[in-house]
C-alpha cells in the first residue's frame, strides 16, 4: 500500500512508502498532521488540490485510427495489397478491383472484432463508495468520498463500504468482509494494535481497505491513502500494467501468416525464375506471379474466424458464459490448467453451519436429525423445574446449542440485496439464524419467548460474547467463542441424560478434529446467574459447556463433479486463495482438487522461492493459501514457463492481475467484482464453476470447427498452388484469372466455410486431450492431407482444362469448366472436412442441415454467375454446355475416395502426431485428439 503522505504525486518512488499497519494509531495521525477532531476545511482544500480526488484514473480507451492500421500490418494483407498493385500496373483492373474489395472487407471485420474489446479497469470508480462519514472541524459530516483525503477521520458502522484506505483508530466489536481483496470468507476481526511490518496484508487488523464491508460493529480510522494510491489502486495499477499475453490462437495465426508470406514469396520467385529461364514474357510471368499470390492467401480466413467464434459466443452465452474478447474461444478449448480463486468460486461465499457437536454426537444440519419446534419451546418447559434447567430437562443437547446461537446474537434476517446476504450483521451470527429457521423455527419467535437483558459485543481480545435473557422468570446467560475459552467458564458439559462432570480433552479432540477439516469452530455455553444487567458478565463461571458448531462456506453444487470432468478432459485444477492452508487444503481434498494430506504452498513459503524453484513446486502443487496478488501472478507465470495454457478463475479485486496476465481470465458476473469482469476474457454470468466445464466444451468445439474450416479452405488454396505452377510448367496457359481465385476463395469456398462453423460437437470432445501450445492451428495430419487434396484437384482441373480447350479451341470455355469443376471439388471436399478421422459416409448428412443447404448454394450461386451478364464479364466466365457437366463431375468425386482412403491408412497407421505422442497427468484419464 502507498501512503499518500509520502507519495506526493503520482511519479512517487513506492519504496520510502511507511508501513502506516506498523505504526501506533498516534504515530500515525502525527505522520499525517492530523488530529482526533479531524481536519480543518481549509486543509481540506488544500490536500484535495496536493493529492487529486479520491477515484482511480480510468485507462485510455483505444483510438478507431491505430485499429484501423492494425488490420493492414498483417504479412498477408501487404502481400494482396502487392498483388492489387501488379495487377493494377498490368492494366488488369478488374482483378485488382477485386482484390481490393477483399481487403476492405476483411479490415472491417478486423475493425468491428477488435473495436468491441473493452479496456479493463475502467469500472473500478464503482468501488468508491458514494458518500462517506468524516470528523471535521470536530464536527461529524457526510461528505462525497470523492473528497476524501490524507488524514480525514472516517467513521465506519454496520453495512457500509470502506471509503478509502483506513488506519484504524479505535474500533468496538469491528468485523470486515475482506474477500473481495485477500479472497477469506470469513469476516476480519479489527482493533487498533499495530501488527508487525512483514505482515502479509490479509493479516492487517488495524487496517481498513477501499471497496471492503463492514459486516458489524463500528470503527474509526485516519485515511492513509486514496484513489489510485490503495490498495485496490495498487491492485489495479498491477492489472493494468500487466499486458495481456498473446492467446496460442494468435500465436498459431501469427506464424502461420508469417509462413504464408514466404510461400507466396518463394513461389513467385520460383514462377519468375522458371519463366525467365524458358524465354516467357514477362507480362505473362506477373499475371502468373498475381495468381500464384491470390491462390495461396487464405483472404476470407480472418472472416471464418470471425463467425466461427461468434457462433460459438452465442452458444456460450446459452450457458452462461460470456466472451469478452473472441480469441478466448479457442483458447479455453486448448486449455491445460485451471487456477481457480476459492472464495466465490468454488465456494457460495456464504458461511453456513454444517454441524453441531453435542453430547459427544456431531450431527449434520439438513439431515433431519433435529426435531422442528412447530411451538416455541417456552410452551414445552418441564413442569418439574423452571428456567435454565427446565430447558435442558426439554431439549436435547443439539437443540439447546442452536437455540443459545440464536440468542448469543445481534444479527436479523432482514435481508440485504446491496451486500448479497440474508441477514444483515455478522455471517456467522446469520448462519446461526438460518439453521435455526431450518431446524428449529422462526428466530423471531425463539427470541420473543426469551427475552433480551443485556448484550456483550464479541471481542477478539475477550474470545467470547454472551447475551442475558430471561428464561422463565430467571436470568440466564448465552455465552458463544472459542472453545477453548468457553471452556474456561464451565464446570460441566451436558450429556444426554443432563449435566455431567467437564470432559475438556474430548470436547478439545472434537473441536481440533473439526478445525482440521477446514470449519470453523465456536463453543456454546448456558447457565442460571444472578442479577439483570451487564454487570454478570463480570465473571462468567460455572456454566454449563451447550456444545459446538462447526462453520463452512460450502461448495457450489455440481462444482465436484464439474472439477473430475475437467481431468477427465485432461485439465489441471488448482486453488489459489486468500483463505487459510488448512481451510484450503480441507476444501481441495473435499472437491477432490488435492488428495488428503496433499502439500500446501502458502505466500510466505512462496516469497522465499526463486523462479526455478517455484517452477518446480507448481509441477506438483495444486492448493496455494495465503496468496496476494503479486504471488498470484508468479503462479500463472510459472505455469505459462511449464508450457502450461492456463485460465484463472476469480472474483475479487485481488484476482485481477492474474485475470488479465493468464492465457485466459474467466470472471464470475454476478457475485464478481468490476475490476474481476472488466480484467476477464470470458465472464460466468450464473457464477458457477460448472459453467466452465460448458465453457471448455464450446472452446473445444470452436477450435475443432475452425481446424474443419481451415481444412477446407487451405485444401482449395492448395490446389490452386499446384495448378499454376503445373500449368506454367507445361507451357499452358493461365488456367484461372486471379479474379477468378478469388471468387472461388471468397464466395464458393466461404459460402460452406461459414457453414462449417456450425457443425455439430463431436461426441468425444470432453475425452480428448487438450492441445499444446506446441501444435499449431492444423495438425500434422491435416497437412498431409491438405497437400494430397491439393494434388489430386489440381491434377483433375489440369486435366479438364487442356481436354475442353483442345476440344472446342476456348481459352475463356475451357477456363471457366476448369473453374467450375474446382467449384464441384469443393462441393465433395466439405463432406470429408466435417470429421478428421471418421468416414464421411459415418455422418449423417442432414445432421448439419446448414451445409447441405450451403453446399447446394454455393453450386447454384455459380451457375447463376455462369448465365449472369455482370459476373460474366467480372469472372469472365460463360454457360458450359450440358454434356460437359459429366466429365466435370466425375473427377470431382475422386476427392472423396482420395481422402477417405488416406483416413483409412491413417486409422491403421496413425501419424505420430502430438494427439498420441503427449503424455497426462496423472489424474487425467482423456483420450487422443479425433485428429490422430
Given at each position: 500500500?502507498?501512503?499518500?503522505?509520502?507519495?506526493?504525486?503520482?511519479?512517487s518512488s513506492a519504496s520510502h512508502e511507511p508501513a502506516w499497519h506498523a505504526q501506533t494509531a498516534a504515530d500515525v495521525i502525527g505522520a499525517l498532521k492530523s488530529s482526533p477532531n479531524g481536519l480543518s476545511i481549509a486543509e481540506v482544500r488544500k490536500r484535495l488540490h496536493q493529492y487529486g480526488p479520491n477515484q482511480i484514473a480510468e485507462v485510455s480507451p483505444s483510438n478507431p485510427l491505430a485499429i484501423v492500421a492494425h488490420q493492414f500490418a498483417s504479412p498477408l494483407i501487404v502481400t494482396l495489397a502487392l498483388a492489387a498493385l501488379v495487377a493494377g500496373l498490368l492494366g488488369e483492373w478488374i482483378d485488382a478491383a477485386v482484390i481490393v474489395a477483399a481487403l476492405v472487407i476483411n479490415a472491417l471485420f478486423g475493425f468491428l472484432q477488435e473495436w468491441r474489446a473493452e479496456s479493463a479497469i475502467r469500472s473500478l470508480l464503482r468501488y468508491l463508495a458514494p458518500k462517506a462519514r468524516v470528523l471535521r472541524d470536530g464536527l461529524e459530516q457526510i461528505v462525497d468520498s470523492r473528497?476524501?483525503?490524507?488524514?480525514?477521520?472516517?467513521?465506519?458502522?454496520?453495512?457500509?463500504?470502506?471509503?478509502?484506505?483506513?488506519?484504524?483508530?479505535?474500533?468496538?466489536?469491528?468485523?470486515?468482509?475482506?474477500?473481495?481483496?485477500?479472497?477469506?470468507?470469513?469476516?476480519?476481526?479489527?482493533?487498533?494494535?499495530?501488527?508487525?511490518?512483514?505482515?502479509?496484508?490479509?493479516?492487517?487488523?488495524?487496517?481498513?481497505?477501499?471497496?471492503?464491508?463492514?459486516?458489524?460493529?463500528?470503527?474509526?480510522?485516519?485515511?492513509?491513502?486514496?484513489?489510485?494510491?490503495?490498495?485496490?489502486?495498487?491492485?489495479?495499477?498491477?492489472?493494468?500494467?500487466?499486458?495481456?499475453?498473446?492467446?496460442?490462437?494468435?500465436?498459431?495465426?501469427?506464424?502461420?501468416?508469417?509462413?504464408?508470406?514466404?510461400?507466396?514469396?518463394?513461389?513467385?520467385?520460383?514462377?519468375?525464375?522458371?519463366?525467365?529461364?524458358?524465354?516467357?514474357?514477362?507480362?505473362?510471368?506477373?499475371?502468373?506471379?498475381?495468381?500464384?499470390?491470390?491462390?495461396?492467401?487464405?483472404?476470407?480466413?480472418?472472416?471464418?474466424?470471425?463467425?466461427?467464434?461468434?457462433?460459438?459466443?452465442?452458444?456460450?452465452?446459452?450457458?452462461?458464459?460470456?466472451?469478452?474478447?473472441?480469441?478466448?474461444?479457442?483458447?479455453?478449448?486448448?486449455?491445460?490448467?485451471?487456477?481457480?480463486?476459492?472464495?466465490?468460486?468454488?465456494?457460495?461465499?456464504?458461511?453456513?453451519?454444517?454441524?453441531?457437536?453435542?453430547?459427544?454426537?456431531?450431527?449434520?444440519?439438513?439431515?433431519?436429525?433435529?426435531?422442528?419446534?412447530?411451538?416455541?419451546?417456552?410452551?414445552?418447559?418441564?413442569?418439574?423445574?423452571?428456567?435454565?434447567?427446565?430447558?435442558?430437562?426439554?431439549?436435547?443437547?443439539?437443540?439447546?446449542?442452536?437455540?443459545?446461537?440464536?440468542?448469543?446474537?445481534?444479527?436479523?434476517?432482514?435481508?440485504?440485496?446491496?451486500?448479497?446476504?440474508?441477514?444483515?450483521?455478522?455471517?456467522?451470527?446469520?448462519?446461526?439464524?438460518?439453521?435455526?429457521?431450518?431446524?428449529?423455527?422462526?428466530?423471531?419467535?425463539?427470541?420473543?419467548?426469551?427475552?433480551?437483558?443485556?448484550?456483550?459485543?464479541?471481542?477478539?481480545?475477550?474470545?467470547?460474547?454472551?447475551?442475558?435473557?430471561?428464561?422463565?422468570?430467571?436470568?440466564?446467560?448465552?455465552?458463544?467463542?472459542?472453545?477453548?475459552?468457553?471452556?474456561?467458564?464451565?464446570?460441566?458439559?451436558?450429556?444426554?441424560?443432563?449435566?455431567?462432570?467437564?470432559?475438556?480433552?474430548?470436547?478439545?479432540?472434537?473441536?481440533?478434529?473439526?478445525?482440521?477439516?477446514?470449519?470453523?469452530?465456536?463453543?456454546?455455553?448456558?447457565?442460571?446467574?444472578?442479577?439483570?444487567?451487564?454487570?454478570?458478565?463480570?465473571?462468567?463461571?460455572?456454566?454449563?459447556?451447550?456444545?459446538?458448531?462447526?462453520?463452512?462456506?460450502?461448495?457450489?453444487?455440481?462444482?465436484?463433479?464439474?472439477?473430475?470432468?475437467?481431468?477427465?478432459?485432461?485439465?489441471?485444477?488448482?486453488?489459489?486463495?486468500?483463505?487459510?492452508?488448512?481451510?484450503?487444503?480441507?476444501?481441495?481434498?473435499?472437491?477432490?482438487?488435492?488428495?488428503?494430506?496433499?502439500?500446501?504452498?502458502?505466500?510466505?513459503?512462496?516469497?522465499?522461492?526463486?523462479?526455478?524453484?517455484?517452477?518446480?513446486?507448481?509441477?506438483?502443487?495444486?492448493?496455494?493459501?495465503?496468496?496476494?496478488?503479486?504471488?498470484?501472478?508468479?503462479?500463472?507465470?510459472?505455469?505459462?514457463?511449464?508450457?502450461?495454457?492456463?485460465?484463472?478463475?476469480?472474483?475479487?479485486?485481488?484476482?485481477?492481475?492474474?485475470?488479465?496476465?493468464?492465457?485466459?481470465?474467466?470472471?464470475?458476473?454476478?457475485?464478481?467484482?468490476?475490476?474481476?469482469?472488466?480484467?476477464?476474457?470470458?465472464?460466468?454470468?450464473?457464477?458457477?464453476?460448472?459453467?466452465?466445464?460448458?465453457?471448455?466444451?464450446?472452446?473445444?468445439?470452436?477450435?475443432?470447427?475452425?481446424?474443419?474450416?481451415?481444412?477446407?479452405?487451405?485444401?482449395?488454396?492448395?490446389?490452386?498452388?499446384?495448378?499454376?505452377?503445373?500449368?506454367?510448367?507445361?507451357?499452358?496457359?493461365?488456367?484461372?484469372?486471379?479474379?477468378?481465385?478469388?471468387?472461388?476463395?471468397?464466395?464458393?469456398?466461404?459460402?460452406?466455410?461459414?457453414?462449417?462453423?456450425?457443425?455439430?460437437?463431436?461426441?468425444?470432445?470432453?475425452?480428448?486431450?487438450?492441445?499444446?501450445?506446441?501444435?499449431?492451428?492444423?495438425?500434422?495430419?491435416?497437412?498431409?492431407?491438405?497437400?494430397?487434396?491439393?494434388?489430386?484437384?489440381?491434377?483433375?482441373?489440369?486435366?479438364?482444362?487442356?481436354?475442353?480447350?483442345?476440344?472446342?479451341?476456348?481459352?475463356?470455355?475451357?477456363?471457366?469448366?476448369?473453374?467450375?469443376?474446382?467449384?464441384?471439388?469443393?462441393?465433395?471436399?466439405?463432406?470429408?472436412?466435417?470429421?478428421?478421422?471418421?468416414?464421411?459416409?459415418?455422418?449423417?448428412?442432414?445432421?448439419?442441415?446448414?451445409?447441405?443447404?450451403?453446399?447446394?448454394?454455393?453450386?447454384?450461386?455459380?451457375?447463376?454467375?455462369?448465365?449472369?451478364?455482370?459476373?460474366?464479364?467480372?469472372?469472365?466466365?460463360?454457360?458450359?454446355?450440358?454434356?460437359?457437366?459429366?466429365?466435370?463431375?466425375?473427377?470431382?468425386?475422386?476427392?472423396?475416395?482420395?481422402?477417405?482412403?488416406?483416413?483409412?491408412?491413417?486409422?491403421?497407421?496413425?501419424?505420430?502426431?502430438?494427439?498420441?505422442?503427449?503424455?497426462?497427468?496423472?489424474?487425467?484419464?482423456?483420450?487422443?485428439?479425433?485428429?490422430?
Amino acid at each position: 500500500m502507498r501512503s499518500i503522505e509520502a507519495v506526493q504525486g503520482p511519479d512517487s518512488s513506492a519504496s520510502h512508502e511507511p508501513a502506516w499497519h506498523a505504526q501506533t494509531a498516534a504515530d500515525v495521525i502525527g505522520a499525517l498532521k492530523s488530529s482526533p477532531n479531524g481536519l480543518s476545511i481549509a486543509e481540506v482544500r488544500k490536500r484535495l488540490h496536493q493529492y487529486g480526488p479520491n477515484q482511480i484514473a480510468e485507462v485510455s480507451p483505444s483510438n478507431p485510427l491505430a485499429i484501423v492500421a492494425h488490420q493492414f500490418a498483417s504479412p498477408l494483407i501487404v502481400t494482396l495489397a502487392l498483388a492489387a498493385l501488379v495487377a493494377g500496373l498490368l492494366g488488369e483492373w478488374i482483378d485488382a478491383a477485386v482484390i481490393v474489395a477483399a481487403l476492405v472487407i476483411n479490415a472491417l471485420f478486423g475493425f468491428l472484432q477488435e473495436w468491441r474489446a473493452e479496456s479493463a479497469i475502467r469500472s473500478l470508480l464503482r468501488y468508491l463508495a458514494p458518500k462517506a462519514r468524516v470528523l471535521r472541524d470536530g464536527l461529524e459530516q457526510i461528505v462525497d468520498s470523492r473528497e476524501l483525503v490524507p488524514g480525514d477521520i472516517v467513521l465506519l458502522e454496520s453495512g457500509v463500504r470502506v471509503p478509502a484506505d483506513l488506519r484504524l483508530l479505535a474500533t468496538t466489536a469491528l468485523l470486515i468482509d475482506e474477500s473481495v481483496l485477500t479472497g477469506e470468507s470469513a469476516p476480519v476481526a479489527k482493533r487498533p494494535d499495530p501488527v508487525a511490518a512483514d505482515t502479509p496484508v490479509a493479516d492487517h487488523t488495524c487496517m481498513a481497505y477501499l471497496g471492503t464491508v463492514v459486516t458489524s460493529g463500528r470503527g474509526r480510522g485516519i485515511v492513509v491513502a486514496t484513489g489510485s494510491r490503495t490498495e485496490v489502486g495498487r491492485v489495479a495499477a498491477i492489472a493494468q500494467q500487466e499486458i495481456a499475453p498473446p492467446t496460442p490462437l494468435q500465436q498459431h495465426l501469427a506464424r502461420f501468416a508469417r509462413t504464408v508470406a514466404v510461400l507466396v514469396l518463394l513461389g513467385i520467385f520460383s514462377i519468375g525464375a522458371f519463366g525467365l529461364l524458358r524465354g516467357d514474357e514477362l507480362g505473362t510471368i506477373l499475371v502468373f506471379a498475381v495468381g500464384a499470390a491470390v491462390a495461396i492467401v487464405p483472404e476470407d480466413l480472418p472472416v471464418i474466424l470471425t463467425i466461427v467464434f461468434a457462433v460459438s459466443v452465442q452458444h456460450m452465452a446459452r450457458r452462461n458464459a460470456i466472451v469478452r474478447h473472441l480469441p478466448a474461444v479457442e483458447t479455453l478449448g486448448s486449455t491445460t490448467a485451471i487456477g481457480s480463486d476459492k472464495t466465490g468460486t468454488l465456494t457460495e461465499n456464504r458461511m453456513t453451519v454444517r454441524f453441531l457437536w453435542a453430547a459427544g454426537q456431531r450431527r449434520e444440519i439438513g439431515s433431519g436429525s433435529l426435531k422442528h419446534l412447530t411451538e416455541s419451546p417456552a410452551v414445552h418447559l418441564s413442569a418439574q423445574a423452571s428456567g435454565f434447567e427446565a430447558l435442558w430437562k426439554t431439549l436435547e443437547p443439539h437443540t439447546l446449542v442452536l437455540l443459545a446461537g440464536v440468542l448469543a446474537n445481534e444479527a436479523q434476517l432482514t435481508p440485504a440485496p446491496e451486500l448479497d446476504r440474508e441477514g444483515v450483521g455478522d455471517p456467522i451470527d446469520i448462519a446461526l439464524l438460518v439453521a435455526a429457521r431450518q431446524e428449529l423455527a422462526d428466530p423471531n419467535r425463539l427470541r420473543e419467548q426469551f427475552p433480551l437483558l443485556a448484550m456483550l459485543p464479541f471481542e477478539p481480545e475477550r474470545r467470547f460474547a454472551a447475551a442475558l435473557c430471561t428464561v422463565g422468570e430467571q436470568p440466564t446467560v448465552f455465552v458463544k467463542g472459542a472453545p477453548e475459552r468457553v471452556v474456561e467458564m464451565c464446570t460441566c458439559w451436558l450429556s444426554s441424560t443432563g449435566p455431567a462432570p467437564l470432559a475438556p480433552q474430548e470436547i478439545a479432540d472434537a473441536a481440533a478434529e473439526l478445525a482440521q477439516a477446514g470449519f470453523r469452530v465456536l463453543g456454546f455455553a448456558a447457565g442460571a446467574v444472578e442479577g439483570s444487567d451487564e454487570s454478570v458478565f463480570a465473571q462468567l463461571s460455572e456454566l454449563v459447556f451447550l456444545g459446538l458448531v462447526a462453520f463452512w462456506d460450502p461448495p457450489r453444487p455440481g462444482v465436484k463433479e464439474s472439477i473430475a470432468q475437467c481431468h477427465a478432459a485432461g485439465i489441471r485444477v488448482l486453488m489459489i486463495t486468500g483463505d487459510h492452508a488448512g481451510t484450503a487444503a480441507a476444501l481441495a481434498a473435499e472437491l477432490g482438487i488435492a488428495p488428503p494430506g496433499s502439500p500446501v504452498l502458502t505466500g510466505r513459503e512462496l516469497a522465499e522461492l526463486d523462479e526455478a524453484q517455484l517452477r518446480e513446486r507448481v509441477r506438483t502443487v495444486n492448493v496455494y493459501a495465503r496468496i496476494e496478488p503479486e504471488q498470484k501472478l508468479r503462479i500463472v507465470r510459472a505455469l505459462q514457463a511449464l508450457g502450461e495454457t492456463i485460465a484463472v478463475t476469480g472474483d475479487g479485486v485481488n484476482d485481477a492481475p492474474a485475470l488479465r496476465a493468464a492465457d485466459i481470465g474467466v470472471a464470475m458476473g454476478k457475485s464478481g467484482t468490476d475490476v474481476a469482469r472488466e480484467a476477464a476474457d470470458i465472464v460466468l454470468a450464473d457464477d458457477n464453476f460448472v459453467t466452465i466445464v460448458a465453457a471448455v466444451e464450446e472452446g473445444r468445439a470452436a477450435a475443432d470447427n475452425l481446424r474443419k474450416a481451415t481444412f477446407f479452405l487451405l485444401s482449395t488454396g492448395a490446389a490452386t498452388a499446384f495448378l499454376l505452377p503445373l500449368a506454367l510448367f507445361l507451357g499452358w496457359p493461365l488456367p484461372l484469372y486471379p479474379a477468378q481465385l478469388l471468387w472461388l476463395n471468397l464466395v464458393t469456398n466461404g459460402v460452406q466455410d461459414i457453414a462449417l462453423a456450425v457443425e455439430p460437437k463431436e461426441p468425444d470432445l470432453l475425452r480428448r486431450r487438450p492441445r499444446p501450445r506446441r501444435e499449431g492451428v492444423l495438425s500434422m495430419l491435416l497437412w498431409e492431407r491438405i497437400a494430397l487434396s491439393g494434388l489430386v484437384m489440381a491434377l483433375g482441373t489440369l486435366w479438364i482444362f487442356q481436354w475442353t480447350l483442345e476440344r472446342f479451341g476456348s481459352l475463356d470455355l475451357a477456363r471457366t469448366v476448369a473453374l467450375t469443376t474446382m467449384v464441384l471439388y469443393q462441393t465433395f471436399q466439405v463432406g470429408n472436412a466435417r470429421s478428421s478421422g471418421r468416414s464421411v459416409f459415418q455422418l449423417h448428412p442432414l445432421s448439419n442441415r446448414f451445409l447441405f443447404l450451403a453446399a447446394a448454394a454455393a453450386l447454384l450461386l455459380h451457375i447463376l454467375a455462369l448465365h449472369t451478364p455482370l459476373l460474366q464479364f467480372v469472372l469472365r466466365v460463360q454457360p458450359i454446355p450440358l454434356e460437359l457437366w459429366p466429365r466435370m463431375v466425375v473427377p470431382a468425386a475422386s476427392i472423396v475416395v482420395a481422402v477417405e482412403l488416406h483416413k483409412m491408412i491413417r486409422r491403421r497407421w496413425p501419424y505420430p502426431s502430438w494427439e498420441l505422442s503427449s503424455t497426462l497427468a496423472s489424474s487425467t484419464t482423456a483420450t487422443p485428439s479425433s485428429d490422430s
